[in-house]
Every structure is written in C-alpha cells, then in structure tokens.
Nanobody, 123 residues
Framework: QVQLVESGGGVVQAGGSLRLSCAAS????????MGWFRQAPGKEREFVAA????????AYADSVKGRFTISRDNAKNTVYLQMNSLEAEDTAVYYC????????????????WGKGTLVTVSS
C-alpha cells in the first residue's frame, strides 16, 4: 500500500522558518516527480513546488520563489520543503504528492496524495 506521510507542520511567527518532510513508502518512486501543494481555508488547493527524481528539475510557484526550497533524498524516499521568511498568507494545510512528470504534478494529475500537515503563521 502506497503511503505519503507529511510531518513538520506547526505554528510559527511571521518571518520564521519551518521544514516539512514527506516520507513515501509502498513502492519505488524512481523517475517520479514529487512535490508540495497547499490549501488555505476557503481557497482551492494550489501548487507550491516540484522536484524531479534527479533533483535537476525544480519548479516553484511565484508566491514562494526565493523563500521556499524543495529537496529530496531518494535513499529515504523523502521530499522536503524548507520554508523561510514565512508570511501569514502561507498559512495552509500542506500536502505532498507524486506524479510521473512535472507537468502532471503542476496540473494536479497526481498519482498519490498525503493527508497533509497544517502550517499556521501568526502575524
């Protein structure tokens, strides 16, 4: 059974940092893109960041460029999201996902979703 389990969410003050992790299990994710989405209260789920198997292909939403960094450790089947300079607008449930390509991931044509981890940024 494939599982994506997010961790690392919490409450942080504006300007602070958090690091999210997503551990994948159940099959190999070789050649898959992995990424992060988020959903704020009353809003639709939106793309945040994606990374290829090799790490050579990375994409970010404009709203997080320069503040968030995505990385992955293939030996651990884990993807990370380092979030710096957090703003109140970053408050959301953050979801991990996998897809065969970066285009599929950004288009929300996702193979697997995690259950999410809540990030709350207080101003």
């Amino acid at each position: 059974q494939v599982q994506l389990v997010e961790s690392g969410g919490g409450v942080v003050q504006a300007g602070g940092s958090l690091r999210l992790s997503c551990a994948a299990s159940g099959r190999t994710f070789k050649n898959d893109f992995m990424g992060w989405f988020r959903q704020a209260p009353g809003k639709e789920r939106e793309f945040v960041a994606a990374i290829s198997w090799s790490g050579g292909g990375i994409a970010y939403a404009d709203s997080v460029k320069g503040r968030f960094t995505i990385s992955r450790d293939n030996a651990k089947n884990t993807v990370y999201l380092q979030m710096n300079s957090l703003e109140a607008e970053d408050t959301a449930v953050y979801y991990c996902a996998t897809a065969p390509s970066g285009y599929d991931l950004k288009s929300t044509r996702v193979d697997y979703w995690g259950k999410g981890t809540l990030v709350t940024v207080s101003s």
